[in-house]
């Protein structure tokens, strides 16, 4: 299974709401990603998890708050957003983190398109 | 400077053509150069990646590395409609537990 799954593919909701994304992968990766991803621009990091532990975390507002709970599933939990936080959210996964020898090869889901009102 | 830098395109050439993308980049302790290709309203997927320098073939793909301009180049042989995409460049950073680095994109149309 070469697959990263994410849940749900469409997401509207208002900035008071509280929702969350999913995001599960069972090729054994000890890295999982998530990203967001802004029409005709690259993706952008937001966090990393290495072996179910928070490693990177690129100042994101705490309006976005991941969760790992387990090396297969991985939640970024939403509350209060904005509109500008409308984009297309992606889940990654990868062997290990990149850096030295390893390339970090990332699989990527289709991502969760988010819609803010 | 950004530490990658892709033209954006958009690029739109014949069918059968051949294509040529390109990235250069600042850091010359990068390693991994890989390419991305991300179909519309889908999530990138690795199409190649080479180590170092020099070139790597992939059926109608070929990554090329000049480590000495830090540039690196993908070229697509008789293009088809089908690699109608967005190419990111990537690469990971140095440091023992650092992000990848993406280009921009470029945005690419095969018209039949």
């Known amino acids: 299974d070469t697959e990263v799954i994410q849940t749900p593919k469409h997401l509207v909701m208002g900035m008071t709401n509280k929702k969350s994304l999913k995001c599960e992968q069972h090729m054994g990766h000890r890295a999982m990603y998530w990203y967001k991803q802004k029409a005709k621009k690259p993706p952008e990091l937001m966090f990393v998890?290495?072996?179910?532990?928070?490693?990177i975390n690129e100042s994101v507002p705490s309006r976005f708050s991941p969760e790992c709970p387990n090396s297969s599933l991985l939640n970024l939990h939403l509350h209060a957003l904005q509109p500008e936080d409308s984009a297309l959210y992606l889940c990654?996964?990868?062997?290990?983190?990149?850096?030295?020898?390893?390339?970090?090869?990332?699989?990527f889901g289709e991502g969760s398109r988010l819609t803010v009102l | 400077q950004k530490e990658v830098e892709q033209d954006p395109g958009p690029l739109s050439v014949p069918e059968g053509a051949i294509v040529s993308l390109n990235c250069t980049y600042s850091?010359?302790?990068?390693?991994?150069f890989m390419w991305y290709r991300q179909y519309s309203r889908k999530g990138p997927e690795l199409l190649m990646y080479t180590y170092s320098s020099g070139n790597k073939e992939d059926g109608r793909f070929t990554a090329q590395v000049d480590k000495s301009s830090k540039y690196i180049s993908l070229f697509i042989r008789d293009s088809q409609p089908s690699d109608s995409a967005t190419y990111l460049c990537?690469?990971?950073?140095?440091?023992?537990?650092?992000?990848?680095?993406f280009g921009s994109g470029t945005r690419l149309s095969i018209r039949p």
């Open positions: 990537a690469m990971p950073g140095y440091s023992s537990a650092s992000k990848i680095i």
């Open positions: 998890y290495s072996y179910e532990k928070l490693s």
């Open positions: 990654a996964s990868s062997w290990g983190l990149a850096g030295g020898t390893n390339t970090g090869e990332l699989f």
């Open positions: 850091n010359s302790a990068f390693q991994y």
